[in-house]
């Protein structure tokens, strides 16, 4: 009798433990340590090619969530002969997301569509889906196990498109995370292409903790590693909250700050 | 010491050496390797190959294989759903880098403030409304019509670059494995370089596999019936067998790989190793049949020393023809030209040494009946008796009339051609040519070459140079498209400004406008969309002109206009193709071809001279070459033959073996006229007697090389059909142009120190 009651503890503890390493929960908790509702910064973002050059941008971001839209605004402030551009975006839960461009020598507002989340950032090696939150319901979790990345023991969470079609939404068919046991932090990703090779890894470091409680990655690379250019974000100025009103992420407003 | 007795002396060693050589030579044939990379055979070093490889350097190595697919009307739903599973099957493949097709190219437009950019088909329309749009935006869209569906809606190309460090039959392996799963329902065809060095690859392997062999068959039952004894059969025969070991064998010994016109050589060896042994084995039954009581080494003594001098002679003037190759510009050329001239003197040596070696080891045969009747019924026969009568009843009729022949085909040279196709080595109805046919006849074409902009590619000078230079360029009938980056500005430009702006479909006048319009495409397109035609640095961008062209002519016009407009632009720094590539190495066969045609023509009328000791022997010598060399590339004028990489060996090749048969000739008249014969009476004596045996020597090579009428590559064929059109004329003019004309001239150096000769 004991023996069978001892049995059965085990069984309902098992699915406990399961669950506590959950792959799919991991991820989640992963994503919203990093999310802010409301924030500024100026960032330069490094496009470096295979072959040396690089190309500089430095851009001032606010990003603030209105309601179930996160809005965010970014601004060139250099090279010179794009400053002023600004670009608007409207990130929705539920469908694509909207993007205006403001063009200073044409003084006029542009809108892009785009259904590709996988395209390029500002044409570095980012893509727009590396600047949102994924949507976890448009992956498969499975967890591969646990290794030890810079003295960190972390999770490894293999997160697998569940169709073609968002494979080539998101340009990647699957990625796999390193995720810290203790802090739920990403440090790095492997994203991988529709043949299993990998294609880029991502590097997040220099990670700082918020007043919020939440962390901020001042360092973001990433690496593609087949054609082997990389571009790396290095964030120069951050604050928590944004003083910008709805009103500042207006389209009409757009290239009038 | 004489040759006997050298013979005699070294019998054993004779044997033996010429067997271990050969078994020696078999071993490196397995590190042997075939390069079907028809570029690697010319020099590194010509200009085109290098604005080549430096625009390679920028822009990467872009060697795409083309799929062109034909349906009744690809924008069809089912038709369109197979191209949509076709592209996505490429690009699942490890051994593809990227797939270029409707899927992918871009659509750039603005609608309403919007600027849309997406992949032409973004999804499969299926009402007759969703499907009249897609076809108004492709006809309006100029990334997509006459480059990935042609006009008529009946052809959709796929650009696939393969990945690199895969192998030609990796990638293409897996493409055909995906392709056939589409081909029961659509038309698909292949192009491009790697599929043409696959194909020749393949059909180079099955023509070493199968006409190698057949070629060796051919021999030995041409051998049996010339001889009809196992010995006259096996003795030549096993000299054309270590002479191929020795030829192939050299090859990987001195690191050559074997090209598409290696193949070539085994199959000469084939038609000439054998005729020196043939010489002596003939020799042998004639002594045996007519003097029953000689020995078997009073036989092999009396064939030896009395052929020695005249095989040596032949030998020598094949070899020194052949090595006319050694001046081709090609790389295969000069190593076809040393390979066989080395195997052609170890051809020499065998016949002379070896075979005699042998037959002094065996009993004499039974004597050959034929050689006692004085009857002759022969085909063979009955035109040597022809020969003799209209060369000596009708000497000057028959000069005039070979003049004639030859102003009449040699006239045809004014339309000889250097081929710049390099899918005509293809026979009609492949996958190559009707591929190509269809890029020329609804697409842009088949030839590309790219222009290089070097400067500061935003700046609005460049652009708008770029501008005018397409539009220049477009205003050519031969001209299908261009595309650069000017281009790509022009639509950026429409798609952000409303018709009746200033900047509706312009280059904006400032650097800030237009580095705002590239940042802005960047948001929406992929940084790769611009990865092919401008730098990473904005400092170098690309122009690609596509056009269609069929001959030099042509090519040259197109290439003098954009030569032109490089030269008249500060920006335009050099330009490039593979076109350009094929048509200098087209330019360079056809040098390589009168070089080693000089060399050989010069070699022999020396070598002719030396041996008559006049100079007038080597002009008249001379004669039958330079007659049936006119004639060959007259008749290929007549034809539409191009000259290419295969027949520019030829004129080396038939100037090596043709003049065999005037050396015989001269050296029996030689003989015969210090007989103190008349000049008729001699004619006729020698064609009889040693015009038969240059008839037979002229038929076995004529049927060694006619085993490449059945190669797969039309350049293997056409060869093979110059070939022997050039030693038929060799041989007509051996037998009867040159006794007549030696009968109206008679020529001082004939009626010299014959006596000793025979």
Redesign the interface.
């Known amino acids: 009798m004991k023996t069978k009651s001892l049995l059965l503890a085990v069984l309902i503890a098992v699915p406990t433990i399961i669950s506590a390493q959950n792959p799919k929960e991991i991820s989640e908790k992963s994503s919203s340590t990093i999310e802010f509702e409301s924030m500024e910064m100026v960032t330069t973002l490094n496009i470096h090619d295979d072959k040396g050059n690089v190309r500089v941008r430095e851009v001032a971001v606010a990003t603030k969530k209105f309601g179930e839209t996160t809005k965010t605004l970014m601004r060139f402030i250099s090279p010179p002969d794009v400053e002023g551009t600004s670009i608007l975006v409207y990130d929705y839960e539920d469908k694509s997301d909207d993007m205006w461009v403001f063009l200073p020598s044409l003084r006029k507002v542009r809108r892009i569509v785009s259904t590709e989340k996988g395209k390029s950032f500002m044409g570095s090696e980012f893509s727009n889906a590396d600047m949102s939150k994924p949507n976890t319901n448009d992956f498969t979790y499975k967890l591969l196990g646990t290794d030890v990345l810079d003295g960190k023991e972390c999770w490894k969470v293999e997160a697998t498109c569940i169709s073609r079609e968002l494979e080539r939404e998101y340009g990647f068919q699957k990625r796999i995370s390193y995720i810290e046991k203790a802090t739920y932090l990403s440090h790095k990703s492997e994203l991988f292409d529709s043949r299993g090779k990998v294609l880029k890894t991502m590097l997040l470091s220099d990670f700082r903790k918020q007043t919020n409680g939440r962390y901020f990655a001042y360092t973001m690379v990433m690496k593609n590693e087949q054609n082997n250019r990389f571009s790396e974000m290095n964030v120069k100025q951050f604050q928590l909250g944004s003083k910008l009103d709805e009103n500042s992420f207006a389209v009409s407003n757009l290239g009038k700050q | 010491m004489k040759i006997n007795e050298f013979i005699s002396r070294y019998r054993k060693w004779l044997i033996i050496c010429p067997v271990v050589i050969t078994v020696l030579m078999l071993l490196p044939l397995t590190k042997a390797r075939i390069n079907p990379d028809l570029m690697q055979y010319f020099p590194k070093d010509i200009e085109s190959k290098i604005n080549f490889d430096s625009i390679e350097s920028i822009f990467g190595k872009f060697e795409p294989i083309l799929i062109v697919v034909e349906a009744d009307n690809i924008l069809d739903e089912s038709t369109l759903n197979d191209l949509s599973e076709l592209h996505?099957s490429l690009?699942?493949?490890?051994e593809i880098d990227d797939v270029l097709s409707l899927f992918t190219t871009k659509y750039i437009r603005?609608e309403e403030?919007?600027?849309?950019?997406?992949p032409v088909v973004?999804y499969v329309p299926s009402t007759p409304e969703e499907i009249e749009t897609l076809k108004a935006e492709i006809e309006s869209n100029p990334l997509a019509s006459g480059i990935f569906i042609s006009k008529d809606f009946k052809y959709a190309t796929f650009i696939v670059d393969p990945a690199e460090g895969f192998t030609d039959d990796q990638i293409l392996e897996n493409i055909f494995r995906i392709v056939d799963l589409f081909r029961e329902k659509e038309n698909i065809y292949l192009s491009g370089l790697p599929y043409l060095r696959y194909e020749i690859q393949s059909k180079a392997v099955r023509d070493l596999v199968i006409l190698l062999p057949l070629g060796l068959i051919i021999m030995l039952i041409f051998l049996y019936f010339s001889f009809r004894e196992r010995r006259g059969v096996l003795l030549p025969f096993s000299v054309v067998l270590m002479s191929i070991a020795i030829a192939m064998g050299l090859m990987p010994v001195l690191g050559y790989d074997l090209s598409i016109i290696a193949i070539l050589v085994p199959i000469m060896m084939i038609a000439i190793a054998n005729n020196y042994g043939v010489h002596i084995v003939a020799r042998y039954q004639e002594l045996n049949a007519k003097n029953p009581d000689w020995s078997m080494k009073q036989i092999v003594n009396e064939s030896v020393t009395r052929l020695y001098v005249p095989i040596i002679l032949t030998a020598l003037t094949t070899i020194f023809g052949v090595l006319g190759l050694i001046v081709h510009i090609m790389r295969p050329a000069k190593q076809m030209g040393i390979v066989s001239s080395v195997a052609i003197a170890f051809a020499l040596i065998f016949s002379l040494l070896f075979i005699p070696a042998i037959l002094l080891g065996m009993k004499k045969g039974k004597p050959r009946e034929s050689f006692k009747s004085e009857e002759k019924h022969s085909l063979i026969d009955k035109f040597l008796v022809w020969s003799s009568n209209v060369s000596t009843k009708l000497s000057l009729p028959t000069i005039y009339a070979f003049i004639s022949f030859l102003i009449i085909v040699g006239v045809g040279i004014i339309h000889l051609q250097p081929s710049i196709n390099f899918e005509k080595m293809m026979p009609v109805g492949h996958s190559l040519r009707t591929s190509s046919n269809i890029l020329n006849n609804n697409f842009g074409g088949t030839k590309n070459i790219s222009i290089l902009f070097e400067g500061d590619i935003?700046s609005p000078e460049v652009l708008k140079t770029m501008d005018k230079f397409e539009t220049l360029l477009k205003s050519m009938p031969e001209v299908g498209s261009v595309n650069s980056l000017s281009s790509v500005i022009r639509l950026i430009s429409r798609a952000?400004?409303d018709p009746g702006d200033e900047?509706y479909d312009k280059i904006?006048d400032?650097?800030?406008?237009i580095?705002?319009?590239i940042?802005?495409y960047?948001?929406?397109?992929?940084?790769e969309d611009f990865e092919k035609i401008v730098d990473?640095?904005y400092t170098k961008a690309l122009m690609n002109v596509q056009f269609k062209v069929s001959n030099m002519k042509d090519l040259q016009k197109v290439q003098d206009e954009i030569s032109w407009l490089t030269n008249s632009s500060p920006y335009a720094s050099l330009y490039a193709g593979q076109c350009l590539i094929e048509k200098e190495m087209a330019q360079s066969v056809v040098r390589g071809q009168i070089y080693s045609l000089v060399f050989a023509l010069l070699a022999i009328v020396i070598l002719l001279w030396i041996i008559f000791r006049s100079p007038v022997a080597g002009l008249i010598g001379s004669i039958p070459l330079v007659l049936s060399l006119i004639c060959n590339f007259g008749l290929m004028g007549w034809l539409g033959l191009e000259l290419d990489i295969g027949n520019s060996l030829l004129s080396s090749v038939a100037i090596g073996i043709g003049v065999d048969y005037t050396i015989h000739l001269f050296w029996r008249l030689k003989y015969e006229l210090s007989q103190g014969k008349t000049y008729s009476d001699a004619v006729t004596e020698t064609l009889k007697t040693t015009g038969r045996g240059i008839a037979i020597n002229a038929i076995s090579v004529i049927i060694g090389f006619s085993v490449l009428f059945l190669s797969g590559l039309v350049i293997l064929k056409t060869f093979a059909f110059l070939i022997i059109f050039s030693l038929l004329l060799c041989l007509l003019s051996a037998l009867v142009f040159i006794p007549a004309l030696c009968i109206v001239l008679k020529p001082k150096f004939l009626e010299k120190n014959g006596k000793y000769i025979l």
């Open positions: 996505d690009i699942y493949l490890q603005g403030g919007t600027m849309l950019v997406d973004n935003k952000l400004n900047l904006p400032d650097k800030q406008t580095s705002q319009y940042e802005f960047s948001m929406s397109g992929d940084p990473f640095d």
